[in-house]
């Protein structure tokens, strides 16, 4: 065999490539992170379940641990009322047959009970402001409710992502929810958005098409500025 024929032969054997390899690799990046995605999602799934079964076990361990202390309250409050009684009765026992002593008696008698009422009258106070400050609060949000809805009404908006949206951006009154809805409806026609502050700022901005939402915030910002 010749010197060239020999080079030929070596060309040759190098220059083969088992394509068997390459294709394996391919398939295992391409497969991989699928399957890892796979089990992260059931993993995190199981976490959650085994999360929410733990707190539901522990909120019936509190429910009944709740239970139990009301319970031993009430029997300390009873002995504590019974001891209370059969230490007047003893007073007044020894006052008998004493002016001075039975005065005293009738003094502290008059005084526990005046304590005891206004205590008791305190407390069905705070009950009733409390009270009356939730059902404030539950008659404000549900007038809030009907706002955004006749604002995204009158703006042909979702009312929940309007209510979402001013959320998001701490609006809080009439006038900022009805700007925030002119954004939202001019959004749908126009690349840009162009936030009505009813007053002037001073300052403009660019609105960025690609990102409506960090535009709407940054029109409030210079809005409340």
């Given amino acids: 065999?010749?010197?060239?024929?020999?080079?030929?032969?070596?060309?040759?054997?190098?220059?083969?490539?088992?394509?068997?390899?390459?294709?394996?690799?391919?398939?295992?990046?391409?497969?991989?992170?699928?399957?890892?995605?796979?089990?992260?999602?059931?993993?995190?799934?199981?976490?959650a379940l085994s999360a929410a079964g733990r707190d539901a076990k522990q909120a019936e361990v509190n429910k009944a641990e709740a239970t139990r202390l009301a319970t031993e309250r009430a029997e300390l409050d009873a002995d504590k009322?019974?001891?209370?009684?059969?230490?007047?009765?003893?007073?007044?026992?020894?006052?008998q047959g004493n002016p001075d002593l039975l005065d005293v008696y009738k003094l502290k008698h008059t005084l526990n009970a005046r304590e005891a009422d206004l205590a008791k009258r305190e407390e069905d106070l705070a009950k009733n402001v409390k009270a009356n400050e939730e059902k404030v609060a539950a008659a404000e949000a549900t007038k809030k409710e009907i706002t955004i809805w006749n604002i995204a009404q009158k703006h042909t908006l979702d009312a929940s992502t309007l209510k979402t949206k001013a959320e998001e951006l701490s609006l809080t009154t009439d006038e900022q929810i009805v700007s925030l809805a002119k954004a939202m409806s001019e959004s749908k026609d126009t690349t840009g958005l162009h936030v009505d502050s009813g007053k002037t700022t001073g300052a403009g901005f660019t609105p960025d098409k690609d990102n409506p939402d960090e535009t709407l915030k940054r029109g409030f910002q210079q809005v409340r500025k």
């Fill in 1 to 47: 065999m010749s010197v060239a024929e020999k080079a030929g032969g070596t060309q040759q054997a190098q220059t083969v490539v088992p394509p068997e390899s390459q294709t394996d690799k391919s398939q295992v990046s391409s497969t991989t992170p699928q399957s890892f995605t796979q089990e992260t999602q059931e993993a995190a799934v199981h976490a």
């Fill in 81 to 95: 009322e019974k001891a209370r009684k059969a230490k007047e009765e003893a007073e007044l026992e020894a006052a």
